[in-house]
């Protein structure tokens, strides 16, 4: 029955959401200059932006990212989704790039400072022709940098999709200097509709109605045999 629920799984409907017109969300582009650096980035189009990165820039940073608050400051509820289809086109002298998220916790993030809130990322290669890709959300991990600075209890270095601020794409280290020209295509989260447990917990219960309604016939049976022949045991 098990085997059953988990064969049948795939195929139940699945919930997407997708990272509509820009118009909808605050884009910036984020570098190194407020911290001394010389990294230059700039939009090309709505989806696509281009981030110059020189070759004397110590430990050089350029990111897109996306906010994805409401009025009220409140982030995404992330969580009922476990993957994720990205497309994007990279051509520059590096061949991967990092999707990152800000997650809030009130534990420890603080209203307004960015720099508190988690950072989950997750290293990958968009391949020559940027191609679709699907990335599982179990895939990400918490930096470890974030984890000193920001996590006094180590259970806070979870991952979490529950309260996700922003979310972005930048070039991870260690960084080659030059141009970098990124498109963004696609990006969409997928997730079940019906979580697994759910599912097998039905198949229980239906295994066990199977079950009692058998050993309910047995029973019929049974006693309809044994009224039956219970004239003949009288005689």
Not at 68 to 79: F, I, M, N, P, Q
Not at 108 to 126: E, H, I
């Amino acid at each position: 029955m098990a085997v059953i629920a988990l064969a049948c799984f795939p195929l139940l409907p699945k919930r997407y959401w997708k990272l509509g017109e820009e118009s909808q969300f605050n884009r910036l582009l984020i570098t190194d200059k407020n911290k001394g650096g010389q990294t230059e980035a700039k939009w090309l189009g709505a989806r696509r932006y281009q981030c110059v990165i020189q070759p004397q820039t110590q430990d050089p940073f350029c990111a897109m990212q996306i906010s994805l608050k409401d009025e009220a400051g409140r982030g995404r509820d992330l969580s009922q989704f476990d993957r994720l289809r990205i497309k994007v086109r990279l051509q520059g002298p590096g061949s991967v790039l990092r999707l990152h998220m800000r997650v809030f916790d009130g534990r420890f993030s603080k209203p307004g400072q960015m720099d508190t809130a988690k950072f989950q990322g997750y290293v990958f290669s968009p391949g020559e022709q940027g191609q679709v890709l699907e990335l599982p959300l179990a895939g990400f991990s918490v930096a470890d940098w974030w984890v000193r600075e920001f996590a006094p209890k180590r259970e806070y270095a979870q991952l979490d999709f529950a309260n996700v601020l922003m979310i972005g794409i930048d070039i991870p280290a260690p960084t080659q200097a030059g141009t970098y020209d990124i498109e963004v295509e696609e990006l969409e989260f997928i997730g079940s509709r019906v979580q697994l447990a759910s599912v097998l917990v039905v198949f229980i219960l239906l295994w066990c109605a199977l079950v009692a309604v058998y050993l309910l016939a047995g029973i019929w049976q049974v006693a309809r045999q044994w009224q039956r022949e219970l004239p003949a045991w009288r005689e």
